[in-house]
């Protein structure tokens, strides 16, 4: 019903800069929120940053300050630019959207993830 891509990871140096890009498509009626969440080897997977409606924005301790998520719920993107990166932020980066169906039922999806390493 509801497709996620996410585009955008790969190998950074420590102190380098990347962005991630996702975009959602299919049966969206209205988006309600957009967000990222990360999963390293070993551990759980948590939030990193996510925006409601448009307005409100969380971020985790651990990247305020390095991370800006940027959502357009018009045309159901979100990307997130990561700065200062460090060997702590490489993990698994998904997607994920929470959108409102044609039905008005509420769907939570989930993009295949992609792998960000920060290395030397």
């Known amino acids: 019903q509801v497709h996620v891509v996410e585009s955008g990871g790969g190998l950074v140096q420590p102190g380098g800069s990347l962005t991630l890009s996702c975009a959602a498509s299919g049966d969206i009626f209205r988006v309600y929120h957009m967000g990222w969440y990360r999963q390293a080897p070993g551990e759980q997977r948590e939030l990193v940053a996510k925006?409601?409606?448009?307005?409100?924005?969380d971020y985790s301790d651990s990247v305020k300050g390095r991370f800006t998520i940027s959502s357009n719920s018009a045309e159901n993107t979100v990307s997130l630019q990561m700065n200062s990166l460090k060997a702590e932020d490489t993990a698994v980066y998904y997607c994920?959207?929470?959108?409102?169906?044609?039905?008005?039922?509420?769907?939570?999806?989930w993009g295949q993830g992609t792998q960000v390493t920060v290395s030397s």
């Open positions: 994920n959207v929470g959108v409102y169906l044609s039905s008005k039922a509420f769907y939570d999806a």
């Open positions: 925006t409601t409606a448009d307005v409100i924005t």
